[in-house]
Structure formats: structure tokens, C-alpha cells
């Protein structure tokens, strides 16, 4: 029998499991074509996530209706805490680079700031500050309204910035200021969960799935990998983590991982076969909360966001294999680049005083 080619091989439909996988596809509007639904639907996709972004309503409409045709169950993408549009707008709410330097050495050129500035992430701006809550919630509000309801709302980066407290590693995001400088008032460790439950309260005929990203490794501590030094892995990194997530994962009935593993510089032999990280960061979200005063969330309430973009179709075929080694619930394709990217920004602040911020970040290590 001939070996089927392509994309085809992304989607067997062998097993039981099988019927009940969740296998999707993210495009943008413009990628949602009618020959591209076509052939994903052939393939053995059983939806289509769009992303949605601002000034592009009518495209997302358009697709919104041709995707509804190809008969395919339709969710919507939006990205919360990377948005240029609100780092532009209020600078001040940006996630900063505080505390270790280590991040340094991805941007060497960096001055250092003067009295009365700060090192901010741009463009990223969490939701644990009580104005960037507010602004994303409407922003999010405004992306679906008068838009064809969806199955699922796909609520991508509710975590802070990468390299959260300076090392460096882009899987570090546990919080937005890890440095005396406060330019916005921050929330409790829950404000994903409430989040998530405030979206949920504006289209209540759509499952709202937030999508995590998994945190540092032990080896990402040496000198020369991802956190250059830093000892984020037995410090306060996956305490804070585990902190964010057990109120997103008790209210939340399916949670999404972000697991690009290229794009996170995991693709590598350590983790054993081909994507080995993929099943590796899926199997951490029931080995590590317990180990950081939280509770084990199964791989089958999780759903693997893989790298679909810049890769060979051998490449995405070992990441679904992966995903389904390790249990997941499903997996969504992103066919369209999720982008990441963050840079040093100096920012002119008048700080917010520390008695707004609801918590005070216990020691790192030096």
C-alpha cells in the first residue's frame, strides 16, 4: 500500500481514541481559504481556530462563514498579554526586566536606565495589573462581538512576559515585576482564573480555554543555557507557577499548553526522540504542581499547541506523535506563527506605590 504524504499523515484515524481527539488547525483569517479548509477537513481536522486581531473583523467574518461550510467546528484565538497596541498606547503597563541581568546577554546593546526610568518587555502587557485586566477584557470583548458564536475561545498568554525575572529564558513568566519599580497596580495570583471566568461570563455559549505556558527546567540553571546561572528551577519560579495555575485549572474543565518546540529552542536530544519536549512539558503539568504545593492536572484535560509553522511534516507528525504519547487531550496545529518575540524597552515612570501591589516577591536566589 502506498505511504500517504504530506499532511495526510498528521491525521490517522486508527483508534478509538481517535474519535474523541480534538484535532485543529490555527489560521489566520487569510490562511482559511476554502481549498486549505478542504484539505484539512480531508485530512482528519475536526476544527478550525481563527485568530482574531484588530482591523481585521471582516476578514475573521468572511472566514468565520467558510470554515462553517467546510463543515468544521469553529474557535476563535486571541492573544492577551503580547499586544503592541496596548504596549504602545500605555507603556506604563508593560511587564519589566528587573531584578537579574542575565537577560543581557540576548541584547547586549542595552543601556542601562537612569533615574526615574525602567527596563520594560515590549510588547507585552499582562494581565496581573489591574489596568491592563480591564483594557484586554474589552479588547477581548471587542475582537468576538458580531462574530458567529464559536465552540471554544482559545485565551493565549494569560501568564506575564517572558524572561520574567531577568534571566533570560523565555519559559520564565511566573511575574511582571521582579524588581522594586511598579508602574501599575498588580492582582492576586488568580487573576487568570478570573479572567478566564470574566470572558466566560460575556459569551457563555463558548468553552473559554486558557493556554499555558510551562515554566523552567533543572538544567536550564548551568551557565550558557536558558537561564545563564539563575536557579529559577529551585527558586520561587514553579511555586508562582503552580500558584496561577491551580485556580485557572479548577475552574477551567480543558486547558491548552503552548509548545512551539523550536520556536522555545527544545528541540533537543535530551528530551529522546524527535519533539521528545512536547511529551516531556506535557507530563510536567502532573510532576510538578505536586511537587510545589498544587495537585496534578492529567494530560487528557490538556490539549498541546503545536508548532506548525517553520517545520517539515515529519516534524509536525513527531510532535502530534508526542502529544499523544503523553495523553493530551487533543492537539491545535498552529499553521499560522504564534508570535513570542520580546525586547528591552526604556521606559520614563513615575511608580506605583508598593502598597498597591497585593504581593511581595519572596527571594529568587542571587
Known amino acids: 500500500m502506498r505511504a500517504k ?37 480531508r485530512d482528519g481536522a475536526t476544527g478550525i481556530v481563527l485568530n482574531l486581531a484588530k482591523g481585521e473583523k471582516e476578514a475573521a467574518r468572511g472566514a468565520t462563514g467558510r470554515v462553517k461550510r467546510a463543515g468544521l467546528d469553529l ?7 503580547r499586544c503592541p497596541e496596548l504596549a504602545d498606547a500605555h507603556p506604563e503597563w508593560m511587564a519589566s526586566l528587573q531584578g537579574h541581568p542575565e537577560w ?19 510588547p507585552w502587557v499582562p494581565i496581573r495589573y489591574r489596568e491592563a485586566f480591564d483594557a484586554h477584557l474589552r479588547r477581548v470583548e471587542g475582537l468576538v462581538q458580531e462574530l458567529p458564536p464559536a465552540k471554544g475561545i482559545f485565551l493565549n498568554d494569560l501568564q506575564a512576559a517572558p524572561s520574567a525575572c531577568g534571566c533570560g529564558n523565555p519559559l520564565c513568566r511566573w511575574v511582571p515585576d521582579y524588581g522594586p519599580i511598579r508602574t501599575a497596580a498588580m492582582l492576586p495570583p488568580d487573576a487568570a482564573a478570573r479572567f478566564v471566568a470574566a470572558v466566560q461570563k460575556l459569551f457563555p455559549g463558548s468553552e473559554i480555554i486558557p493556554v499555558w505556558t510551562t515554566e523552567c527546567e533543572e538544567h536550564d540553571m548551568a551557565k550558557g543555557a536558558a537561564c545563564h546561572g539563575v536557579p529559577c528551577f529551585t527558586g520561587v519560579c514553579w511555586y508562582a507557577y503552580t500558584e496561577q495555575l491551580m485556580p485557572v485549572a479548577r475552574a477551567s474543565r480543558i486547558l491548552a499548553a503552548l509548545l512551539p518546540y523550536r520556536a522555545f529552542g527544545r528541540d533537543d536530544p535530551r528530551y529522546g526522540p524527535p519533539a ?36 517539515t511534516s515529519k516534524e509536525r507528525q513527531a510532535q502530534i506523535q508526542r502529544a499523544r504519547e503523553a495523553g493530551a487531550r ?22 506605583t506605590p508598593a502598597a498597591d501591589a497585593t504581593q511581595e516577591h519572596p527571594a529568587h536566589g542571587k
Open 75 to 81: 474557535y476563535y484565538w486571541i492573544e492577551v498579554a
Open 330 to 351: 487533543g492537539y491545535v496545529l498552529a499553521e499560522m506563527e504564534i508570535q513570542q518575540g520580546w525586547e528591552p524597552r526604556i521606559v520614563k515612570v513615575q511608580p
Open 276 to 311: 521528545g519536549w512536547v511529551r516531556h512539558a506535557l507530563a510536567t503539568f502532573a510532576q510538578m504542581p505536586p511537587r510545589r504545593k498544587g495537585e496534578a492536572i492529567p494530560a487528557e484535560r490538556i490539549v498541546a499547541v503545536l508548532q506548525g509553522w517553520d517545520v
Open 104 to 122: 543581557r546577554r540576548r541584547f547586549p546593546g542595552t543601556p542601562e536606565p537612569a533615574v526615574g526610568e525602567v527596563v520594560k518587555n515590549y
Open 5 to 41: 504524504a504530506g499532511i495526510d499523515l498528521l491525521y490517522e484515524k486508527s483508534s478509538a481514541f481517535m474519535q474523541s481527539e480534538l484535532r485543529i488547525v490555527l489560521l489566520s483569517p487569510a490562511q482559511a481559504t476554502p481549498d486549505r479548509l478542504k484539505r484539512r477537513k
